[in-house]
Nanobody
Framework: QVQLVESGGGSVQAGGSLRLSCAASDTFSIYYMGWFRQAPGKEREFVGAIRWSNRITYYGDSVKGRFIISKDTTEILNTMYLQMNSLKPEDTAVYYC??????????????????WGQGTQVTVSS
């Protein structure tokens, strides 16, 4: 069982930046890692994902151009990052990282991600 631990959430004013981290216990069987978010009363929303082997990234429309997903460059730490820039109040949510062992994945489908972190709160004030 892959364990995922997020960190880096917090409160920031609109226009500010935050960086989230997601540490995985191992990534041997993982093809993709992704970020989702869920605001109160709303469905879990796809933020973005990274193909673990070649670092190709994908983003949801609401964050494209503002958020950047990356992985640890040393290849030693099984860690994924979410750099969030130009934050807006509507970015307020609990952010979850997730991992998928599925090659032919539907990137924005929560059911294709078999492992989830506990979530970290991000609050953006206006």
């Amino acid at each position: 069982q892959v364990q995922l631990v997020e960190s880096g959430g917090g409160s920031v004013q609109a226009g500010g930046s935050l960086r989230l981290s997601c540490a995985a216990s191992d990534t041997f069987s993982i093809y993709y890692m992704g970020w989702f978010r869920q605001a109160p009363g709303k469905e879990r929303e796809f933020v973005g994902a990274i193909r673990w082997s070649n670092r190709i990234t994908y983003y949801g429309d609401s964050v494209k151009g503002r958020f950047i997903i990356s992985k640890d460059t040393t290849e030693i730490l099984n860690t994924m990052y979410l750099q969030m820039n130009s934050l807006k109040p509507e970015d307020t949510a609990v952010y979850y990282c997730a991992a998928s062992p599925i090659w032919a994945i539907s990137l924005n489908s929560t059911t294709d991600y078999h492992h989830w972190g506990q979530g970290t709160q991000v609050t953006v004030s206006s």
